[in-house]
């Protein structure tokens, strides 16, 4: 059975527990508001008295604009990640705990790497930053996965799916990251497209396949 628990035969967890990892998830869930907030405090505002001049504003503007929707996209598919994940534990180890800790400092640095990108013109080493920084966090995701299989902190009820196969979506989405750097140099700023087309194929494949499909959103 698709929604069969893989520890339905467990106790349920300790009240203390839950509560470790509800705060945990609520801590998570703040500092990626926030994340996702900062990146449009540098916006610039386009100047001029008539439409023309507005538009020739964001004209100028558009590398930065980009930059921050691709951002904005990035944290919140990041975000969806641990709410599908997360909604399932109940217990919170220390080592999940510094995992998440780590997961969420990229999610932190995210606008600071989002400069890298929001040039007229982004060269491989801008690229390269940006991308693998995503790599480490969406690696430090599957880490947290792996985590939270070995403790047995899932919940009565978790999908089998996710407790089997729950690093399945990271490791494509990481591989998405990573494989864009190298070719760069032969696709230039459409390897920006890589992000997208790779876990969206993923997705398609192993929804399928029935291996994430019982614990989508």
């Known amino acids: 059975m698709a929604e069969a628990s893989a520890h339905e035969t467990e106790d349920e967890f300790a009240p203390t527990e839950r509560g470790a990892a509800e705060r ?41 604009y980009l930059a921050f929707l691709i951002s904005f996209a990035v944290i919140a598919r990041h975000w969806i990640s641990h709410h599908r994940v997360f ?43 940006y991308a693998l920084a995503e790599t480490l966090q969406i690696g430090t995701f599957a880490a947290i996965v792996a985590v939270l299989g070995r403790t047995r902190a899932y919940i009565p009820g978790t999908p089998r799916q996710l407790v089997r196969y729950g690093w399945v979506p990271s490791a494509i989405t990481g591989f998405a990251f990573l494989v864009s750097v ?36």
């Open 24 to 64: 945990l998830i609520f801590f998570s869930d703040a500092v990626v508001a926030i994340a996702i907030t900062l990146l449009a405090i540098d916006l610039q505002v386009p100047q001029g008295d008539t439409a023309a001049e507005l538009a020739a504003g964001f004209a100028a503007n558009r590398p930065e």
């Open 87 to 129: 909604r399932y534990v109940g217990r919170a180890s220390l080592p999940l705990t510094w995992l998440n800790m780590l997961w969420l400092l990229i999610i932190v640095l995210t606008p600071f790497f989002t400069r890298f990108i929001a040039e007229d013109h982004v060269d491989f080493a801008r690229f390269a930053v």
């Open 182 to 217: 190298p070719l760069f140099p032969l696709l230039d700023l459409w390897s920006f497209a890589v992000w997208v087309v790779v876990p969206f194929i993923g997705d398609r494949v192993t929804n399928a396949l029935g291996i994430t499909g019982g614990y989508d959103v």
